[in-house]
């Protein structure tokens, strides 16, 4: 009999994984901490699937077994913030460079991992971009619970009261709060518009061949007039093409053409690189750009020096020189 109760949670709570782990990335920030969290959430499921009595469907049901181990978890741990966001100016590209990674940052989603099951659709993908989530890392957890459950998820309210032991009065007010907190920090519509798909590929492609060639004078032309670079774990953040093509200029151990090489890959609904840095003959994982496309050029990079993502992306440890 418990075998046949296992099989009966497995074939009707699996296709919900991947749903779950977005739903907990939205409210956590951490890829890692979304896995933990999601299994965490399978293992409290499945001992109590007994008990289970069908009055909620069982997508309400997981997601609110999900939402109440994200807000217990919350409450021992920082928000996670990017750079950008810890309130500082802009840096000057020739000041030290300060590492703190005592600080839990914010961490970017491989697409791979939502997959494309229509049964596991969550939302529309600007709820999971890289800055939408570091904006509702500023929300108590409750209003972000609520957002995401009514403006991620589109549940209604009732559901969402019922699974958060609110009224639907609290429910309706906590939401036009983190709406109105949210409107001030993430981007706007315009901000968050996209090129072409074609030129978006070109876009892309002038983006590797001045980064891999080290053409600082093609770099320059790559970004909007208010580009912002930002390197978790170190605190700074740069602004303009000038100041961003001047920290990579100096600061970048890459001496020249050859030294860099770029894997395409995709975080967060957003174009993403794996960039790897040449020692001898091969090519070694340095940082992971996670990349913001205007009309108007590159406006946003996020560089992720955390190199447990490599294996995260799916991307390979080296690289042999002259594959």
């Known amino acids: 009999m418990e075998d046949l109760v296992d099989t009966d949670f497995v074939t009707k709570a699996d296709p919900y994984r991947r749903e779950l782990l977005a739903h907990c990335y939205r409210m956590l920030g951490s890829v890692y901490d979304a896995e933990d969290l999601v299994q965490e959430t399978y293992v409290r499921a499945w001992k109590s699937y007994d008990r289970f009595e069908g009055r909620s469907s069982m997508r309400t049901w997981l997601h609110k077994i999900a939402t109440n181990a994200c807000l217990n978890a919350l409450e021992s741990r920082s928000r996670r913030p990017l750079p950008i966001g810890l309130g500082a100016p802009s840096s000057d590209p020739g000041d030290d460079l300060i590492e703190q990674r005592e600080v839990p940052w914010l961490e970017p989603l491989p697409d791979a991992m939502l997959g494309g099951d229509p049964a596991a659709v969550v939302t529309d993908r600007e709820s999971i971009r890289l800055a939408v989530v570091a904006a509702m890392q500023y929300l108590p957890p409750r209003q972000r619970a609520v957002?995401?459950?009514?403006?991620?998820?589109?549940?209604?309210?009732?559901?969402?009261?019922?699974?958060?032991?609110?009224?639907?009065?609290?429910?309706?007010?906590?939401?036009?709060?983190?709406?109105?907190?949210?409107?001030?920090?993430?981007?706007?519509?315009?901000e968050m518009s996209e090129p072409s798909a074609s030129d978006q590929r070109e876009l892309l492609d002038r983006f590797v061949a001045a980064f891999e060639a080290k053409d600082v004078n093609a770099?320059?032309?790559?970004?909007?007039?208010?580009?912002?670079?930002?390197?978790?774990?170190?605190?700074?953040?740069?602004?303009?093409?000038?100041?961003?093509?001047?920290?990579?200029?100096t600061r970048c151990p890459a001496e020249g053409p050859g030294d860099m090489r770029l894997v395409p890959t995709r975080a967060n609904g957003q174009p993403a690189f794996g960039l790897y840095m040449r020692s001898g003959d091969e090519y070694l994982p340095f940082n992971l750009p996670v990349l913001t496309l205007t009309p108007d050029g590159v406006s946003h990079v996020s560089c992720f020096f955390d190199l447990r993502l490599f294996e995260t992306f799916g991307l390979p440890a080296s690289i042999p020189v002259g594959s």
Do not use: C, H
């Not at 309210?157 to 019922?162: K, L, P, Q």
């Not at 770099?219 to 912002?228: E, L, N, S, W």
């Open 147 to 190: 957002l995401i459950l009514r403006d991620a998820l589109q549940w209604p309210a009732a559901e969402v009261a019922s699974m958060l032991d609110m009224t639907v009065a609290s429910v309706n007010s906590a939401l036009q709060r983190a709406r109105a907190q949210l409107a001030t920090a993430s981007p706007s519509s315009t």
């Open 219 to 249: 770099m320059v032309k790559i970004f909007t007039t208010d580009a912002v670079w930002e390197m978790p774990p170190f605190t700074g953040w740069y602004q303009g093409p000038l100041d961003i093509v001047r920290l990579v200029d």
